[in-house]
């Protein structure tokens, strides 16, 4: 459903850095810190926030790691978190934060109902933005070497062997493969691709499957054609392959479009093109996400309305009109550019939300501690699998999650 009123509202775009922000339009008194992801669209927005004075900002790859832990604390360590579909579920488990509805009422008269994230009824975070993984691609390279646009994962691999019998690149492919919660997330967006249930009757794991089993084989050919060191490889060192004219297409997060055409640090200006996820045998092969924020729940009330209104602050239309091009905005005075084509594209093919639960949260992390068993060879597809689906369970079971 909230896939659908974002697409109504036509709200896919990338929002990009420059010029500055209004002033805040009144002064905080009350000490605020913030723990967010770590990317340009949560730079600019926490920057906005400090305009009102007295709020600092933790920018940390690792947030979802930390977030629990600082939360749970009473006080919490922070006032403002910033989450996705997946990282808000353990804080909203703990009731580590609290519903939004007074203060949405009170300060929220520009946020749009698409922004509005509600559990149960209740207010439980205000989204900022939209997210995906997509197809980026050397539109020179595919040019010169008469590629067309590859449109499924079969067509990436031909692609990437003419890129690699022309030398152009150091490797024709990068993947966010690292070890844990990213290479876990490449599995789900394959699986999700192909259509198949995570899932059977009782929240019984469902992925030892013919389906599990491509999911698997097509990561393991993709790598082939990345560094060696690709289970290092988070979403910034792809970022930096492109930048550096390393790579010549890869699967990227939306959210990182901008920094391709960021003259300072991106040898590619101009050069990458943003399209449609590849296609799985079902729909495409990426899953929709939205960032927002959170308010904690052990702070005092006070701190709750300065943290607040210090956050509309940041996610305000003067915001977004001055860095348009950075994200794909669910903020009032977003207009998209050609760098949220491949997000809109993706999104309009059919791209799933991503499927954030308990029980799913669980599995990401069995995934995550599994999948890379496969891509060394130290286990075959079907063993991994069920390992997975057994550490799952266990982890489920033991959680009342599953019978």
């Known amino acids: 459903m909230f896939l659908k009123k974002v697409l109504l ?6 929002a990009a850095t420059s010029g500055g922000f209004a002033a805040c339009g009144f002064q905080n008194e009350i000490p605020l810190k913030s723990l967010t992801n770590s990317f340009e669209a949560w730079k600019i927005v926490t920057d906005s926030m400090a305009e009102c004075g007295n709020f600092s900002a933790e920018l940390d790859n690792e947030f979802k790691d930390k977030q629990p832990a600082a939360f749970a604390a009473n006080p919490s360590l922070y006032q403002i978190g910033g989450v996705s579909n997946a990282t808000l579920v353990p804080l909203l488990n703990a009731g580590d934060i609290r519903p939004l509805d007074d203060l949405v009422a009170k300060y929220g008269q520009n946020l749009t109902p698409n922004q509005l994230i509600k559990i149960d009824g209740k207010t439980m975070a205000i989204a900022m933005m939209v997210n995906a993984q997509h197809l980026m691609y050397r539109s020179d390279i595919l040019g010169d070497l008469n590629i ?3 449109k499924t994962y079969d067509e990436v691999l031909a692609a990437a062997e003419k890129i690699k019998q022309a030398g152009v690149v150091d490797y024709p492919l990068g993947g966010t493969f690292k070890a844990g919660w990213n290479i876990a997330e490449e599995f789900v967006n394959m699986y999700l691709g192909e259509g198949q249930p995570f ?3 009782g929240n019984t794991p469902s992925i030892n499957n013919a389906s ?3 999911s698997l084989e097509m990561l393991k050919k993709l790598s082939a054609y990345m560094d060696p060191e690709y289970l290092v490889s988070d979403s910034t060192y792809v970022q930096q392959q492109f930048q550096q004219g390393k790579i010549a297409m890869a699967n990227l997060w939306a959210s990182r479009a901008a ?5 300072a640090e991106s040898q590619v200006v101009g050069k990458i093109t943003m399209s449609a996820a590849p296609q799985g045998s079902a729909r495409p092969a990426s899953s929709i996400w939205w960032d927002g924020i959170v308010i904690a729940a052990n702070i005092s009330d006070e701190e709750a309305d300065a943290a607040f209104r210090v956050a509309m602050e940041g996610l305000d239309q003067e915001t977004v009109m001055a860095n348009n091009d950075a994200s794909i905005w669910l903020i009032k005075g977003y207009k998209p550019g050609p760098l949220a084509a491949g997000a809109a594209a993706t999104a309009g093919a059919g791209a799933a939300p991503y499927p954030a639960s308990p029980q799913f949260g669980l599995m990401h992390t069995a995934l995550g501690n599994g999948v890379a068993d496969y891509l060394t060879g130290a286990k075959d597809a079907q063993t991994t699998l069920a390992d997975i689906e057994a550490a799952y369970l266990t982890a489920a079971q033991e959680a009342g999650l599953a019978e």
């Open 259 to 263: 920094a391709m055409n960021d003259a």
């Open 148 to 150: 067309a646009e590859p």
């Open 212 to 214: 599990g089993i491509a």
């Open 199 to 201: 899932f059977g009757e």
């Open 9 to 14: 509202a036509g709200a896919f775009t990338l």
